[in-house]
């Protein structure tokens, strides 16, 4: 039996090839992207009128599901509005038996969790240009007068659907993507963010 | 840039959409009773008006829900939209 086993994700090699590019590129660059291949993320089906429902979410989540529509609500994990009926968990780090536990929690109610953790990877952007690098790629207006903290929209960024959560004061964002998605993205933003210095890890 | 307004998410570029075609048509309670000109008549004929056309649209890039709208097909112009299963606002946000 092995001791354990390292978890790899899509992206990994991308990390490796791509130095810092960009005109300051010795520099600290504008734009640094991390790559979290390893959260969990469950997709929540429910009515948000019903109230044994939206308990049962937040005895385990230990928050309540965000109603307000594009935005998110953060403690231990981060649960995002996608639809009316519709939201997205995401925990930071994997746990073993974790979802079979919400899973159960939701047993007694009309609602569905379904673990989709495969699916998806976050590309975490940080620094000055961050958002500018986002507005080129999507149609959002991401000014600060209709994007803030607490705030998260699904849209298409260079023709890719994806999740941009506003989850921290200063300029951090996290683009939630589908995997297979995931390396075309991270080419594209390495070509968009050249102009202003980017870097990956 | 064509603005639709999502009546869950509010105004989005209209590259985020899909069409669904004509709105409100109902499939028939009993089709077994229906003449094939009938059923031909729910399957296939729409009405493509000039001017004020009532569609089904959907938030494809967004929060993915199919949704009605009012269009007027000669300004390409949205004039409301609302949520499915609901009645429009008697107001239109704009005029065509
Ligand atoms: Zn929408």
């Known amino acids: 039996m092995s001791d ?96 079979e536990k919400f899973s159960t929690e939701l047993d007694s109610t009309d609602a569905t969790a379904v673990d989709v953790s495969h699916g998806y990877i976050v590309l975490c952007l940080s620094g000055d240009s961050a958002l500018d690098l986002l507005a080129k790629g999507c149609t959002l207006d991401l000014h600060l007068s209709s994007f803030n903290v607490g705030d998260c929209v699904q849209t298409g960024i260079a023709r890719t659907a994806a999740i941009i959560a506003n989850i921290a004061e200063g300029d951090h964002y996290e683009v939630i993507v589908r995997r297979t998605f995931a390396e075309y993205l991270a080419i594209w933003m390495r070509h968009a963010g050249a102009e202003f210095g980017i870097g990956f890890d | 840039m064509l603005l639709i307004k999502c009546p869950w998410c509010g105004n989005r570029a209209e590259s985020e959409f899909n069409y669904g075609g004509e709105a409100g048509i109902a499939r028939p309670a009993n089709p077994d009773t229906l003449t094939d000109a009938e059923w031909a008549d729910y399957l296939f004929m729409r009405k493509n008006p000039k001017g004020l056309h009532q569609e089904q649209w959907n938030h494809a890039q967004g929060c993915r829900r199919w949704f009605n709208a009012e269009r007027d097909t000669v300004t390409y112009r949205f004039t409301r939209t609302w949520r499915i299963g609901e009645a429009p606002s008697s107001t239109r946000d704009v005029d065509s």
């Open chain 1, 4 to 99: 354990s086993l390292k978890r790899h994700h899509c992206l990994e090699p991308f990390s490796e090839d791509s130095a810092t590019i960009g005109s300051s590129a010795s520099a600290e660059p504008a734009i640094r992207v991390t790559f979290d291949g390893h959260r969990e993320f469950y997709n929540l089906r429910g009515d948000p009128a019903d109230a044994a429902f939206t308990d049962a979410v937040k005895s385990f989540t230990g928050q309540s599901i965000p109603d307000k529509a594009n935005t998110l609500s953060y403690r231990e994990c981060t649960t995002c509005w996608l639809g009316p009926d519709e939201w997205l968990v995401v925990y930071p780090s994997f746990e073993a038996g974790r979802f």
